[in-house]
């Protein structure tokens, strides 16, 4: 089989050109996969903060018992305002300037009791 220049050249740039695609798809499936890698890490910090969160809880409430157990009430009651959410409490929430509507889902915000 005989192949003139022209057409070696067109095989060539062909190939060249099919080799620049494979390699841009290679790097954006590996830009993917970072963003991927970096997302999975934020949410298993996310979540494992929330875990330690919810333990130190749970060892407040139960000093909060043994406390109120043990006639001492004052303690207790400090503890219990530091587990309680606090109500209108400034950058929380879902609030803004005082008197101001909430943003969002209205029924989560009515008062149930």
């Known amino acids: 089989m005989k192949m003139n220049f022209r057409s070696l050249q067109l ?6 050109e099919q080799d620049k695609r494979e390699r841009l798809k290679r790097q954006k499936e590996d830009v993917q ?9 934020r949410f298993r910090e996310t979540a494992r903060e929330q875990l330690l969160d919810m333990k130190h809880q749970e060892k407040l409430v139960e000093q909060m018992k043994l406390f109120n157990k043990a006639g001492n009430y004052e303690e207790a009651a400090k503890i219990k305002a530091r587990i309680e959410p606090k109500k209108n409490r400034q950058g929380g ?5 005082e008197g101001e509507k909430p943003k969002g889902n209205p029924a989560k915000y009515t008062n149930r009791d």
């Open 11 to 16: 095989s060539m740039l062909a190939n060249d």
């Open 33 to 41: 996969r970072d963003k991927d890698h970096k997302a999975l890490n």
């Open 93 to 97: 929430g879902g609030g803004g300037q």
